[in-house]
């Protein structure tokens, strides 16, 4: 056998680190990587921890080969975001054959925009950037007035100016304006003094692989915290280095601080943290966070998000949870009380506006996969993602009915009590009838179409443990859900399979965070071969990355490659601390006090000792040994207890001593890899004949009509006659039959059109002449320019009257910063109509107030009605 050099030093490095482990056995052995008891080795990289309070790691990651080449930017003088209104930024596709690649100059406050059709690619590596900024026009401001004026009205003094900076969204650049002035790499200069001021941006490097090592050091004080000591030093270390961080996230006012990366507090950032482990943890800081994500009705809001956040993005009922999760660590009743006014004031505009009466499903994208084309097909505009009925927002809203009743019945309110029951229920059945793939053994990610609806067959990562920690799914789901949905050799990726031309952010990436949940979950149904995996999945990239990142690429498991990303990252160390607590130690708050439930893989047995664990009026010492989940005996303070389990009322100091016994029963998980599916067809319609493109790798095509399969077709068949009148989709299926995501719907039925006149936030009232009795579809053409399509919080939502009663909610989502004259059409709204004459209106009630607040406007062009039915 024959080595090349390289092959050679990497298996030398690997001999040598085994040998240098703390024991020569590792206890995690996958293709990818081994974890040892004091060591993460992946390759030819190590990371070590040298003790408790020390990890070093010689990981280097590779040129990113994702890296889009269309980067979005502003300019920030004094390092503050004041050259254009939020949502408006500079946009450059950094292509080109040399090095270095230009901007042409760029006028501050001047957009700069993309060619028309001009596409995006991805960066070379060792791809080079210079910046070109013109800042003659402020400067001469600053000579003939003193000031410049800038977008908002405000003025800049001269004697104020002090240097300029570039902001964006593509590393090295950043969005936290904040922390601009710390990255001096990123400051303009002018060094011959003619007023344009650059910089040389090294956007895509590849990192030289040197070996030179990098270190985590502990340096705050953690010492009020609950301490760790076991055999494993690696788990020593990485638990005391997410310590530190979630230190570091406290913010001056006491709220937690959502990642390096990313300032302020995120609705559902937080409460996800809350989950894993900051309400324990942190009970102060997570009440504040809370509170400060409440507005001034006493609401929860809904962050910045697809279409203009709410009610397009609709999991802001995650909050729920996590209050309920303080109350169970805290036992505080004014905080239930105050918790449960919030969440029953939301809820109620949740059931007018995303709760479909008919399927019984909640509306709105995927809880945290909050980026469209990441988790939806090109296609679907924000509009349409509203329509969809997501398996995580849905699992969300389930919980949250369910928390809700149990708070009212806590506080005496019982007809309200048996309301919120009664539709998380719903919910769940729901849920379990659309959704639940028998042949999978796993959840579909969501229903999605125009009207109609198909059911995605994707694995939702963060839904499917949702289920399983929720019992939104029976136990039996719960054991096939954990054994059957797709794992890769770095982690569980957010979706499975992956969508074809997307770079990693969602699609292709691991999230720590969901691989906390998902760990909850393999302990949950008592999984060894998953609760393993998961560890490994957690410790690796903290280990070699030496920070818990928000992400990584699945496919390979580095952090450049994601779209994204951050270091110090609140939900991700929130899990890493969860980890320890929750599964090893294997505590569950309850209403009645502190139950322990440890799982303890057989590869991971020993000693684990956590000491200075504060519960309410008690100071805990645990000492849990052996291996599996099954307690075979528990002392405290030396006496033998018949549970493992504190009661809420218990004060004083406590040791407890816990002893396992093997019991777990073998399971299974399903780890075939990273997987790609075939991209959506392209349909279209000439007359009465569909077309579409022919693809590679097809084997067949489904052909839909009104959400309903009609039937197979050839991979080499191009057309189809239709007769019908109808909605039409077709989907591709590879040699493996995995499905792509179904096309555009084409509609093939007549419609009609009745323009409309504004009045206020409403419309005139219009007569309808409906010549057939029948199903219909009403929708609405409109144009809302209020800000982007991504993010942003100026959703306009409006009740519609059919004959002056309300029929449901069309919403009318931002298509692009100062795009009116760009029109769309809203979601539909479906219903039966009698021949004859109907009144159309569309009516602004409190129920339709946006997260915005203050705008919640859109241009009405005209109703479309279409016969369906």
Known sequence: MRFNLSQLLSVLVVTFSMACSDSNQPVYTSAAYQLFKDQVVQGEFVSTAVSATELVSDYRSPANPYKKSIIDFKFAINGIDNEMVSGLDHHFNVLGAASTVKTPLIKFGQQLKLREHEESAYIKPNTKLLVQLDMREVLDSFSKLGYYQLFNGERLKKEEFKSVYIAGSTAPLTWDFSQLVQHPELELKDPDGDGIYEVLL???????????????????????????????????????????????????????????????????????????????????????????????????????????????????????????????????????????????????????????????????????????????????????????????????????????????????????????????????????????????????????????????????????????????????????????????????????????????????????????????????????????????????????????????????????????????????????????????????????????????????????????????????????????????????????????????????????????????????????GSYTSLAEPKLGLDKNRLYWLPQASVKQYKLFRNGELMKLIGANTTSETITETGRYQLLALDEAGVESFASEPVEYFSAAEIPVKAEGLATVPIQVDIEQAGVYDIDMEYANGNGPVNTDNKCAVRTILLNKKAIGVLVFPQRGKDKWEDWGYSNCIRVELNKGKHQLQLDFRSTNENMSGEINTALFKKFRIRKVR
Not at 460 to 465: F, I, R, S
Not at 581 to 609: D, N, S, Y
Request: contains cysteine; hydrophobic residues 40%.
């Open 202 to 672: 090294e956007i895509n490097q590849e990192s030289a692989q040197t070996g030179n090592e990098q270190k985590w050091v502990l340096t705050k004080d953690i010492s009020g915290y609950p301490t760790l000591q076991s055999d494993f030093l690696l788990s020593d270390a990485l638990y005391n280095m997410a310590l530190e961080e979630m230190v570091n996230a406290i913010e001056p006012d006491t709220t937690l601080r959502t990642g390096k990366e990313w300032a302020g507090v995120w609705t559902r950032d937080v409460s996800y943290s809350i989950l894993l482990s900051m309400a324990y943890m942190q009970p102060e800081a997570a009440r504040n966070s809370l509170l400060r994500k409440v507005n001034a009705k006493k609401k929860i809001i809904q962050d910045t998000g697809t279409g203009g956040a709410w009610p397009v993005s609709s999991d802001r009922l995650i909050w729920a949870v996590a209050a309920w999760e303080i109350y169970l660590v805290e036992g505080d009743l004014k905080w239930l009380e105050q918790a449960y006014e919030i969440i029953s004031n939301s809820l109620q505009d949740d059931y007018v506006t995303i709760y479909d009466p008919v399927s019984g499903m909640v509306k709105g994208e995927s809880s945290f996969l909050d980026w469209r084309e990441q988790s939806y097909p090109a296609w679907m505009q924000p509009a349409d993602i509203f329509e969809s009925r997501s398996l995580s927002t849905n699992a969300v809203h389930y919980r949250a009915n369910s928390i809700a009743s149990r708070m009212a019945g806590i506080l005496n309110q019982e007809a309200q009590a048996e309301q919120f029951s009664k539709r998380a229920e719903s919910i769940k059945n729901a849920v379990n009838q659309y959704l639940w793939i028998p042949g999978k053994k796993y959840y579909a990610q969501y229903l999605y179409g125009r009207g109609d609806q198909l059911r995605s067959p994707r694995a939702d990562a963060l839904g499917e443990a949702l289920c399983v920690l929720f019992d939104l799914a029976t136990p039996d789901q719960q054991r096939e859900i954990v054994s059957n949905t797709p794992v890769t050799s770095f982690g569980i990726p957010c979706i499975y399979p992956d969508i074809p031309g997307i770079p990693p952010y969602h699609n292709n990436a691991v999230w720590p965070f969901v691989q906390s949940f998902w760990l909850m979950a393999a302990s949950k149904v008592n999984n060894e071969p998953a609760v393993l995996e998961s560890i490994a999945a957690i410790y690796r990239p903290a280990a070699l990355f030496l920070t818990n990142k928000e992400n990584l690429v699945a496919e390979n498991g580095d952090f450049k490659g994601t779209q994204i990303n951050s270091s110090n990252m609140l939900w991700s160390l929130s899990g890493q601390i969860g980890m320890v607590h929750k599964v090893l130690f294997g505590m569950q708050f309850t209403e009645e006090g502190l139950l322990f439930r440890p799982f303890i893989p057989e590869a991971l047995m020993g000693k684990r000792v956590l000491k200075n664990f504060q519960y309410r009026g008690a100071v805990l010492d645990i000492e849990v040994n052996g291996h599996g989940n099954r307690v075979v005996s528990v002392t405290m303070n030396g006496v033998k207890s018949d549970s493992a389990f504190i009661n809420k009322e218990l004060t004083g100091h406590y040791s407890i001593k816990i002893e396992l016994g093997d019991a777990i029963p073998p399971q299974s998980i399903y780890k075939p």
